[in-house]
């Protein structure tokens, strides 16, 4: 465990990976309820972005830890 | 990153690079490579399969539209062969109709001069026997007439009596 | 319930996702951390002392370790663990070979050729006589021994490496046997060999380039996966949650991405075409440094989410015993039950990322010119 503005640090990280993992995922959602046909593609690209900013995430996660 | 580098273990990062790289590799040879190429393989065959089918589909296509093409073909020439007979029937009974016309005509006509010159043949012959006949009859008259001395006398008499003279 | 129309399926999830709460429940104590609870302080009161155990117990499970415990019994000083001891490799000035019965459970301090070993939280440090450690080797690596020990890890990398090689050599053989078709249990990794074909590589690194990289992706895909599902196993073991594999995993991709790539590849990283020169000049650092964050965020990412859902699987399962009623233990139960469920989802999705993301630096190495045309 770290010291507290670490600790904040990681959570602010958190929350802004959260929200754009949220972000990504929600306007996921849109584009499959647009178009269902290409639900495939759209979940991959949705996956990818997601993957990307989960990895920044979590490596300005544990610098900040 | 200080609790990262204090859990890293450089032994067990070398140790895997070295499981791992020969891992890639035995399997490359054992594994992927047989899978790979024989699901390629099948691929390919269904592939070929496929289009030949699509082609053994053209080719049938192409076959029944040129048994197509000769029916109709066919039938055109059936009909162009119908036509012309018909064409031909028609003529050949105009010409007919034509010809026994002309034949009739001739007939008639010939009929006709027939029986005109049988009717003018008649008619001199007629012509013949009524002169003979009257000359035959003028002549028996006036044999008879000659003959009898007392009525010529008697009609001479009265034929000057009647003629006055004036 | 569409869960129940899939019986097998049910029973498999049901299966792991009970597992490891009958093996990884028992709160056994850490040697290690009774040794220095027991200096602590006796007014720390009993219910505390069960959280920490737990914590302990939890923080222990994610490391690596030397010997394989299969599970443990007993409390503090008669307790019993069962399992079996594995070979210890060390390279310090000269090699070590000693058996990890040695440690006695990570207590004891080894000497072996005049160099004195002890293991702190799955770590090998040399130290000196009485187990003092440079202070400098818990947070530098090269401090330490070069431990190349049969460890747990090590040994589920060699099982799980077998285990490819018998199952896949074995679908390989069932082609050659059966005309082209593949047989028994070759029938269910087959589609998944075609998917990392036809859904990772091709989309990714293209039609023309994507065979040579093939071996590589499906390797890295069964080998994360199968790790992955081995850590729900009750066997306890967390390979993917390591930072060396999952760093190994990133440095071989970052080598291959690196060496297989063309000139339009690094004309990309050090004279970005269709921006201005001055831009090129500060792009080039950006750039190549965001070819070692790549290798970077791959580490990271696996190794964070296998760690994140460990624990937090595992914690899950410890309240059941803080909570030590019907209800409350009952709730954690189902609550473990769906997150095993989540865990077993994770595992493949971890596995795909981490090949999609390798697949798509593959891609971006061997990327043809033209691509050049949407700069301009």
């Given at each position: 465990m770290g010291t507290i503005p670490n600790l904040v640090g990681a959570g602010l990280i958190v929350i802004g990976a959260g929200l754009g993992i949220g972000k990504i995922g929600g306007s996921a959602m849109d584009a499959i309820a647009r178009q269902p046909e290409a639900s495939g593609k759209i979940q991959t690209a949705m996956l990818i972005a997601a993957a990307l900013i989960e990895g920044i995430g979590f490596a300005a996660f544990f610098m900040g830890k | 990153m200080e609790q990262l580098l204090g859990t890293f273990s450089l032994g067990l990062f070398i140790l895997q690079i070295v499981i791992f790289v020969g891992l890639i590799f035995l399997l490359k040879k054992f594994a992927w490579k047989p899978i790979l190429d024989a699901v390629n393989t099948r691929e390919e065959g269904i592939k070929n399969a496929l289009l030949s089918a699509e082609n053994a589909k053209k080719e049938m296509q192409n076959l029944k539209a040129d048994n197509e093409?000769?029916?109709?073909?066919?039938?055109?020439?059936r009909d162009a062969l119908m036509k012309e007979a018909r064409e031909i029937k028609e003529k050949m009974i105009n010409d007919a109709k034509v010809e026994a016309q002309a034949q009739g005509e001739k007939l008639i006509a010939q009929a006709k001069a027939t029986i005109e010159g049988e009717k003018n043949a008649a008619l001199a012959d007629l012509k013949n026997q009524v002169s003979t006949l009257s000359i035959e009859i003028a002549e028996k008259v006036l044999k008879e007439e000659l003959s009898n001395k007392e009525a010529q006398t008697k009609l001479v008499d009265k034929l000057l009596g009647e003629a006055k003279l004036n | 319930m569409?869960?129940?129309?899939?019986?097998?399926?049910?029973i498999i999830a049901a299966l792991f996702s009970v597992m490891p709460i009958i093996a990884n429940a028992n709160p056994t104590v850490d040697s290690v951390a009774t040794t220095t609870e027991?200096?602590?302080?006796?007014?720390?009161?009993?219910?505390?002392?069960?959280?920490?155990?737990?914590?302990?117990?939890?923080?222990?499970?994610?490391?690596?370790?030397?010997?394989?415990t299969l599970f443990s019994y007993g409390e503090k000083e008669n307790e019993h663990h069962v399992g079996f001891p594995l070979p210890v490799i060390l390279w310090d000035e000269g090699l070590h070979i000693f058996s990890s019965s040695e440690f006695k459970h990570d207590t004891a301090i080894v000497e072996s050729k005049g160099k004195y070993f002890k293991i702190e939280h799955g770590i090998v440090y040399s130290c000196d006589k009485n187990g003092v450690v440079d202070h400098q080797a818990h947070t530098n690596p090269l401090k330490r021994p070069l431990d190349f020990s049969i460890t747990k890890n090590v040994f589920m990398i060699l099982v799980v490496g077998l285990l490819m090689f018998l199952l896949f050599g074995g679908l390989a053989k069932s082609y050659k046997k059966n005309n082209g078709i593949a047989k028994?249990?070759?029938?269910?990794?087959?589609?998944?060999?075609?998917?990392?074909?036809?859904?990772?590589a091709i989309p990714n690194i293209g039609e023309k380039h994507y065979k040579k990289y093939m071996s590589h992706l499906l390797s890295v895909f069964f080998f994360i996966w199968f790790l992955n599902m081995f850590g729900l196993t009750p066997l306890g073991v967390n390979v993917t949650g390591n930072i060396a594999i999952t760093a190994a995993l990133a440095i071989i991709t970052y080598l291959i991405t690196n060496i297989s790539a063309n000139k339009n590849y690094w004309g990309h990283i050090f004279w970005m075409p269709g921006v201005p020169p001055i831009m090129r000049i500060v792009l080039a650092p950006i750039e190549l440094l965001g070819t070692i964050i790549k290798p970077f965020s791959l580490t990271i990412r696996l190794y964070a989410n296998m760690v994140a859902g460990?624990?937090?699987?595992?914690?899950?399962?410890?309240?059941?015993?803080?909570?030590?009623?019907?209800?409350?233990?009952?709730?954690?139960?189902?609550?473990?039950?769906?997150?095993?469920i989540l865990e077993i989802l994770v595992a493949g999705l971890q596995a795909y990322i981490f090949t999609m993301l390798t697949a798509l630096y593959f891609g971006s190495a061997c990327e043809e010119h033209h691509h050049e045309e949407a700069h301009h």
């Open positions: - | 093409k000769l029916l109709a073909e066919a039938r055109a020439e | 569409v869960i129940y129309k899939k019986p097998l399926q049910f027991q200096t602590a302080k006796e007014n720390v009161s009993e219910e505390q002392k069960k959280v920490e155990e737990r914590a302990e117990f939890i923080q222990h499970h994610l490391l690596d370790s030397h010997g394989f028994g249990v070759g029938r269910f990794f087959e589609p998944i060999v075609i998917f990392v074909r036809d859904e990772i460990h624990i937090v699987l595992m914690s899950i399962i410890a309240m059941m015993y803080t909570f030590n009623n019907v209800a409350g233990s009952g709730f954690s139960f189902v609550l473990a039950f769906v997150l095993s």
